[in-house]
């Protein structure tokens, strides 16, 4: 399979990348070189064999479903941009 | 008195508990060899002296004390991929711009609980996708190893290249790192240094920036094995933080340096020779044999069939799952924020101008092998090839086989800026040909110097082990190690 350029632009609106048209078309060659590369999978015979879920073969470890963490609103805002009373700040999204 | 930096850190442990040199002395000497090698080098994005003194001078109180870590006083360089509290964190990327987390990663947390001493924060490939450091925001990283007789700048490998590179110029006593498809070996290999990634859930991910979850492992980059033993020890542990954390006590490794190989089986899979290895790789793979068989282990030669298909299958398991990992990098909660002229228009431009070349292209094919149609053609025939190459392992470790030996890059260090790897991608990404296996499988695997190809460059061979069997590793590298002998680079910097 290969990628033309409409559907590499679908795929960065889908990744929220903004993309020029320079971008586009050398991106476009870059995955279809990866595309290529990765085809070869498809001589792999995976009849009757389950898709890797865990590498080691362990059950998901579960917590105990108590309050362990919190009251940390100043450490967690502390890295953003944009804050005002502990709140993340971005561009108006309700008109 | 003697240059403090060349001190293994088992030797300066041994002194420091002697009361022969101090903390303090320790860490100045590898601040000022730091001052003086870095604007050379570019290995550390950002030093931390200050707190080093502070750490170290803790420590001299502590060995004074008569209660000493395991780790006491010696001076480590930390990959920018682990979270430091109030300090630069950033993975090497432009998107996490003055991140300083108010957490600390549970491995350096490891760490500083048994003594050790930050120097800074070390450079890296961005998001450590790449195998040259190259792809790094702060310019790539030098190593400290060159061609005889040439002055060529050659890449320290990658992802971990910082920490390599911290290593083989005495930056650092040790390194933390880390490895998703060959990111501690192959820069190991490339600098004559040793590196392990021990098996899938020894160190904990807690408070490490996600790659791709499935395949990141902590691990030192030391060097030599008994350094690497004794820096893995400190790292590991159980840990309730991280889900995939394995309950199982960490070992002494250093106790298992020394021990006779009589009784080992080691394995040799014939499909770990590929077209173009240059025929000194083959001859130092042949010589790792000797000497194997010569410390009294058996050879035998298997078969691991669905290797060559680990690599393309990495090619989407490892993009599919940055993509989502990375998705949160949307300049709202951290980090850089590229105003727009509304909501999606900033993430769009944030996400554009913070992320580099590289990370665009795995967010895309992530992005795309996940996207409606395409999931199954691509990411479950991936995870089922997965499957199978981890089954090649356990058919060879059930026969009987304690651990595989392989050659650890198809090629000793390259050029910055080598012009045939960065016109196209999958060329670069064959650098991980004979690693990438292990990440799939969840297994440990160490990267051991084992000679100097005709131009003087580092070689090392790779030992893969049975899960949580480290030690096997550590006992047989040692054998290399102390057959091949150490390697240091000639000083230019």
């Given at each position: 399979m290969?990628?033309?350029?409409?559907?590499?632009?679908?795929?960065a609106?889908l990744?929220?990348?903004?993309?020029?048209?320079?971008d586009v078309?050398r991106?476009?060659?870059?995955?279809?070189?990866?595309?290529g590369f990765v085809?070869?999978?498809n001589?792999?015979?995976v009849?009757?064999?389950?898709?890797?879920?865990?590498?080691t073969?362990?059950a998901?470890k579960k917590?105990?479903?108590?309050?362990?963490?919190?009251?940390?609103?100043?450490?967690?805002v502390a890295?953003?941009?944009i804050t005002?009373?502990?709140?993340?700040?971005?561009?108006?999204?309700?008109? | 008195?003697t240059?403090?930096?060349?001190?293994t850190?088992?030797e300066a442990r041994d002194?420091?508990k002697?009361?022969?040199i101090?903390a303090?002395?320790?860490?100045g000497?590898?601040?000022q060899?730091?001052?003086n090698?870095?604007?050379?080098?570019n290995a550390y994005?950002?030093?931390?002296?200050e707190?080093?003194?502070?750490?170290?001078?803790?420590s001299?109180?502590?060995?004074?004390?008569?209660?000493?870590?395991?780790?006491?006083g010696?001076?480590l360089?930390?990959k920018?991929l682990?979270?430091?509290?109030g300090?630069?964190?950033?993975?090497?990327?432009?998107?996490l711009?003055?991140?300083?987390?108010h957490?600390e990663?549970?491995?350096?947390?490891?760490l500083?609980a048994?003594?050790?001493?930050?120097?800074?924060?070390?450079?890296?490939?961005e998001?450590?996708?790449?195998?040259?450091?190259?792809?790094?925001?702060?310019?790539?990283?030098?190593?400290?190893?060159r061609?005889?007789?040439?002055?060529?700048?050659?890449?320290?490998?990658?992802?971990?290249?910082?920490?390599?590179?911290?290593?083989?110029?005495?930056?650092?006593?040790?390194?933390?790192?880390?490895?998703t498809g060959?990111?501690i070996?192959?820069?190991?290999a490339?600098?004559?240094?040793?590196?392990?990634?021990p098996?899938y859930?020894?160190?904990?991910?807690?408070?490490?920036?996600?790659?791709?979850?499935?395949?990141?492992?902590?691990?030192?980059?030391?060097?030599?094995?008994?350094?690497?033993a004794?820096?893995?020890?400190?790292?590991a542990s159980?840990?309730?933080?991280?889900?995939?954390s394995?309950?199982?006590a960490?070992?002494?490794?250093?106790?298992a340096?020394?021990?006779?190989?009589?009784?080992i089986?080691?394995?040799i899979?014939?499909?770990?020779r590929?077209?173009?290895?240059?025929?000194?790789?083959e001859?130092l793979?042949?010589?790792?044999i000797?000497w194997l068989?010569?410390a009294?282990?058996?050879?035998?030669?298997?078969?691991?069939?669905?290797?060559?298909?680990?690599l393309p299958?990495?090619?989407?398991?490892?993009?599919a799952?940055a993509?989502?990992?990375?998705?949160?990098y949307?300049?709202?909660?951290y980090?850089?924020r590229?105003?727009?002229k509304?909501i999606v228009?900033?993430?769009?431009?944030t996400?554009?101008?913070?992320f580099?070349?590289?990370?665009?292209?795995?967010i895309m094919?992530?992005t795309?092998?996940?996207?409606?149609?395409?999931?199954?053609a691509?990411?479950?025939?991936?995870?089922?090839v997965?499957?199978?190459?981890?089954k090649?392992?356990?058919?060879a470790?059930?026969a009987g086989?304690?651990?595989i030996?392989?050659p650890?890059?198809?090629?000793?260090?390259?050029?910055i800026?080598?012009?045939?790897?960065n016109?196209?991608?999958?060329k670069m990404?064959l650098?991980?040909?004979?690693?990438?296996?292990?990440?799939?499988?969840?297994?440990?695997?160490?990267?051991?110097?084992?000679?100097?190809?005709?131009?003087?460059?580092?070689?090392?061979?790779q030992?893969?082990?049975?899960?949580?069997?480290?030690?096997?590793?550590?006992?047989?590298?040692y054998?290399?190690?102390?057959a091949?002998?150490?390697f240091?680079?000639?000083k230019?910097?």
């Amino acid at each position: 399979m290969s990628v033309d350029t409409a559907t590499v632009k679908r795929v960065a609106n889908l990744a929220r990348i903004a993309v020029t048209e320079d971008d586009v078309f050398r991106m476009t060659g870059q995955l279809n070189a990866i595309l290529g590369f990765v085809e070869q999978l498809n001589e792999v015979n995976v009849e009757g064999v389950e898709p890797m879920t865990s590498v080691t073969p362990m059950a998901m470890k579960k917590r105990a479903d108590v309050v362990t963490d919190g009251n940390k609103v100043a450490d967690i805002v502390a890295n953003a941009p944009i804050t005002e009373e502990n709140f993340f700040v971005v561009p108006k999204v309700v008109e | 008195m003697t240059d403090l930096t060349a001190l293994t850190i088992a030797e300066a442990r041994d002194q420091l508990k002697a009361k022969a040199i101090t903390a303090t002395e320790l860490t100045g000497a590898y601040i000022q060899a730091i001052e003086n090698a870095n604007e050379a080098l570019n290995a550390y994005i950002v030093t931390t002296p200050e707190k080093a003194l502070e750490m170290a001078k803790a420590s001299d109180a502590r060995l004074a004390a008569g209660n000493a870590g395991a780790l006491e006083g010696i001076p480590l360089g930390i990959k920018d991929l682990f979270g430091t509290e109030g300090v630069h964190t950033q993975a090497a990327s432009h998107i996490l711009d003055g991140f300083k987390p108010h957490y600390e990663s549970t491995v350096t947390a490891n760490l500083w609980a048994d003594g050790a001493v930050m120097l800074g924060k070390l450079n890296m490939d961005e998001f450590a996708m790449g195998s040259s450091n190259e792809s790094s925001y702060y310019g790539p990283v030098k190593n400290p190893w060159r061609a005889k007789g040439s002055n060529v700048d050659l890449v320290p490998g990658g992802s971990s290249g910082g920490s390599a590179a911290a290593v083989a110029a005495r930056l650092c006593a040790g390194a933390t790192a880390t490895d998703t498809g060959g990111s501690i070996r192959q820069p190991a290999a490339f600098t004559g240094t040793v590196g392990i990634k021990p098996t899938y859930g020894r160190c904990s991910r807690w408070g490490i920036v996600a790659f791709a979850s499935s395949l990141d492992q902590a691990g030192p980059i030391a060097r030599d094995v008994r350094d690497a033993a004794i820096m893995l020890r400190s790292m590991a542990s159980v840990d309730a933080k991280d889900t995939t954390s394995v309950d199982i006590a960490v070992p002494d490794y250093e106790a298992a340096i020394g021990k006779p190989l009589a009784g080992i089986k080691i394995g040799i899979p014939k499909e770990y020779r590929v077209d173009g290895m240059p025929e000194e790789i083959e001859k130092l793979w042949q010589q790792g044999i000797a000497w194997l068989k010569d410390a009294g282990a058996t050879i035998v030669d298997i078969s691991l069939p669905h290797t060559k298909y680990a690599l393309p299958a990495y090619y989407i398991v490892a993009p599919a799952e940055a993509s989502s990992n990375l998705a949160r990098y949307d300049g709202v909660r951290y980090g850089l924020r590229v105003p727009g002229k509304d909501i999606v228009d900033m993430y769009e431009r944030t996400r554009a101008e913070g992320f580099g070349e590289e990370v665009k292209r795995r967010i895309m094919i992530g992005t795309y092998v996940l996207s409606a149609g395409y999931y199954d053609a691509y990411y479950l025939q991936a995870q089922k090839v997965r499957t199978l190459i981890k089954k090649d392992f356990e058919d060879a470790f059930h026969a009987g086989v304690d651990a595989i030996l392989t050659p650890a890059t198809p090629s000793a260090a390259f050029g910055i800026a080598d012009q045939e790897m960065n016109s196209d991608p999958v060329k670069m990404y064959l650098n991980d040909i004979f690693t990438v296996t292990v990440n799939m499988a969840g297994l440990p695997g160490i990267a051991v110097p084992a000679g100097l190809d005709s131009r003087g460059l580092p070689l090392g061979l790779q030992l893969i082990g049975r899960p949580f069997d480290e030690e096997t590793l550590f006992q047989t590298a040692y054998v290399i190690e102390q057959a091949a002998g150490k390697f240091n680079a000639p000083k230019w910097w």
